[in-house]
């Protein structure tokens, strides 16, 4: 069984609002359906197996909680799967540059 650590990228889902709880003036094919959350991050729970309920940071910061779908997802637009060396650059980037500032 795959199983996700700490720190590891993975993939949520969520159900944000269903069906009946969408707003009164969207579209009727909009409102039949339920409102879902899909997002990529960093596990923040000490592991995760899919089908669990993780939290997980988004690159941008966010803490987002749902059900754990996906270990290191692949970007469907055929980029290959991520690098996992490369995913901390941009955090460490803007850490350096916040410390440059003073």
């Known amino acids: 069984m795959n199983k996700a650590v700490r720190g590891d990228w993975v993939q ?3 159900i944000v609002l269903e069906a009946g709880q969408r707003a009164a003036g969207v579209p009727e094919d909009t409102a039949r359906v339920p409102l879902e959350l899909r997002a990529k991050g960093f596990l923040l729970d000490e592991e995760g197996v899919p089908g669990q309920e993780v939290r997980v940071r988004t690159v941008i910061g966010r803490e987002v909680r749902g059900t754990l779908i996906s270990i ?3 970007y469907p637009h055929d980029f290959g799967r991520p690098v996992p060396e490369l995913l901390a650059v941009g955090p460490q980037l803007r850490k350096m540059l916040r410390e440059a500032d003073g």
């Open 72 to 74: 290191n997802p692949s």
């Open 12 to 14: 949520i889902h969520r």
